[in-house]
């Protein structure tokens, strides 16, 4: 490990305690019996059909893929996992975050993230990826301001139906976002240096709160779906890639790295 890595992850490390402290957990790679804290905080997440395996979360915290837990005393109130990939490269896919739902919004779901890259600088691991709902605004601004991740594809329907107590009813499309743990857009992202705005692109605007949308007008809400979806079908396909600006996306010309990253995930999953 070079001077400039070793310090990388020591300010990693730094950032994941403090976020934690802010948010008064702890945070705990759980294994063995263990598990079925995390199971709880899942069920109360997205609800009982959503529950992995406790034998499966077993096997992953065995294998290294870490099981990591905020815990208030010695309460869970938030846990994610992932796994290792190589599709495109060697990364963790983040597969699922779960805040119980009485501690959101206070900063939970950052620490919980914050772990997840020290832990994988720690092994030498500088890429995570996940999925995120392009229609969940929050959800974008933290993915892609907070973090400072980038959208490298954008998958229709890429669960299928879905029958959690999020997203029962509603189409699964989703962007993949990658975040490259050491780059100098995650650190200042994460230190929270002033960020430039997207340059001049292609506007794409989504609701303010489309979770309330859906739950009461479920025909206006999959309107707003099939319209999005055409748009980011257009866009990815002319070699656009989108960032967040005030109220929506920017799409914007890919960088030839992320559009040769892209194709060789492409062609990986094909």
Same mark, same amino acid.
């Given at each position: ?5 070793? +310090? ?18 702890? #945070? ?9 804290? +995390? ?7 997205? $609800? ?18 870490? /099981? /990591? =837990?905020?815990? @208030?005393? &010695? ?6 996992? $992932? ?14 975050? +779960? ?32 999925? %995120? ?7 974008? %601004?933290?993915?892609? /301001?907070?973090?400072?991740?980038? #959208? ?6 890429? %669960? ?15 962007? &993949? ?8 857009? *995650?650190? +200042? ?24 949308? @859906? ?5 206006? *809400?999959? *309107? ?24 929506? %996306?920017?799409?914007? @010309? ?7 990253? =892209? ?8």
């Amino acid at each position: 490990m070079t001077t400039d890595e070793a +310090a990388i992850r020591d300010a990693a490390w730094a950032h994941a305690r403090r976020a934690a402290e802010s948010c008064g957990v702890d #945070v705990r790679v759980l294994g063995g019996a263990d598990v079925a804290a +995390a199971q709880a905080v899942v069920r109360d997440a997205w $609800g009982p059909g959503q529950v992995p395996q406790g034998v499966l979360l077993q096997a992953l915290s065995h294998a290294g893929n870490a /099981v /990591v =837990a905020a815990v @208030r005393g &010695e309460r869970p109130v938030g846990v994610a996992f $992932g796994f290792l990939g190589w599709s495109g490269g060697l990364h963790l896919h983040s597969h699922m975050t +779960a805040v119980a739902r009485r501690e959101r919004s206070r900063g939970i779901g950052l620490a919980l993230k914050s772990w997840q890259r020290a832990l994988c600088l720690d092994n030498g691991i500088t890429e995570m990826r996940w999925t %995120y709902d392009p229609l969940i605004a929050r959800n974008a %601004y933290f993915n892609l /301001v907070k973090l400072g991740a980038g #959208v490298q594809a954008f998958f229709p329907d890429f %669960y299928g139906a879905m029958d959690d107590n999020v997203n029962c009813g509603d189409h699964s499309d989703r962007f &993949e976002v990658s975040w490259q743990l050491a780059s100098p857009r *995650a650190r +200042a992202a994460l230190e929270r240096r002033e960020r430039s705005a997207p340059g001049a692109g292609q506007a794409v605007a989504v609701p303010a709160d489309f979770d309330a949308l @859906r739950r009461s007008d479920a025909a206006a *809400a999959r *309107a707003v779906r099939m319209a999005a979806r055409e748009r980011f079908t257009t866009l990815f396909a002319d070699g656009l890639r989108p960032d967040w600006a005030e109220h929506g %996306y920017v799409f914007t @010309r890919a960088s030839v790295g992320a559009e040769q990253q =892209a194709a060789r995930i492409g062609a990986a999953r094909g």
